[in-house]
């Protein structure tokens, strides 16, 4: 069996890029009572997030839910929208080593769409694996910091 040298510690947060952004976070936070953060913006990915408990007790904040707002044309988000009506965009698994992570991944022939992680929303590292390495998925590693 492989040694791997980093944990999957769960869903981190799973991305969404709505069509109404505003529609979707009066959903989650009006109708479905959930907290939702103040947005950030995340000038790396070009894109304004929106942090939304997925669970109604607070004590237990994670897994979150992220509404994702294109901030430019050129954002990958405005790629997705302009493909789709909209819809889940990506899954955060976070992980408690993500450079060894990628490390040991990309010996594994898996390939990212950076070259190294980089900043991700409050204070976190993160890395997009590249969708054809997981059967179509965006998935996201995640590391908190
Ligand atoms: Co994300």
Redesign the pocket.
């Given at each position: 069996m492989d040694h791997r040298p980093f944990r999957v510690l769960g869903i981190h947060?799973v991305?969404l890029a709505p069509k109404a952004p505003s529609v979707t976070q009066h959903f989650l936070a009006n109708i479905l009572g959930l907290s939702a953060h103040e947005p950030e913006t995340i000038e790396s990915q070009r894109i304004r997030?929106t942090q939304v408990n997925s669970l109604s007790d607070v004590r237990d904040p994670q897994p979150l839910l992220?509404i994702?707002e294109p901030t430019s044309v050129d954002s990958p988000i405005s790629k997705f929208l302009s493909e789709r009506k909209g819809g889940i965009h990506?899954l955060?698994l976070e992980v408690d080593d993500i450079h060894s992570a990628v490390t040991y991944l990309r010996t594994k022939q898996v390939t990212f769409l950076s070259e190294a992680p980089s900043p991700?929303s409050h204070g976190t590292q993160?890395i997009f694996v590249h969708p054809k390495d997981a059967g179509g998925i965006l998935v996201?590693l995640?590391q908190r910091g």
């Amino acid at each position: 069996m492989d040694h791997r040298p980093f944990r999957v510690l769960g869903i981190h947060h799973v991305g969404l890029a709505p069509k109404a952004p505003s529609v979707t976070q009066h959903f989650l936070a009006n109708i479905l009572g959930l907290s939702a953060h103040e947005p950030e913006t995340i000038e790396s990915q070009r894109i304004r997030c929106t942090q939304v408990n997925s669970l109604s007790d607070v004590r237990d904040p994670q897994p979150l839910l992220e509404i994702l707002e294109p901030t430019s044309v050129d954002s990958p988000i405005s790629k997705f929208l302009s493909e789709r009506k909209g819809g889940i965009h990506h899954l955060a698994l976070e992980v408690d080593d993500i450079h060894s992570a990628v490390t040991y991944l990309r010996t594994k022939q898996v390939t990212f769409l950076s070259e190294a992680p980089s900043p991700g929303s409050h204070g976190t590292q993160v890395i997009f694996v590249h969708p054809k390495d997981a059967g179509g998925i965006l998935v996201e590693l995640v590391q908190r910091g």
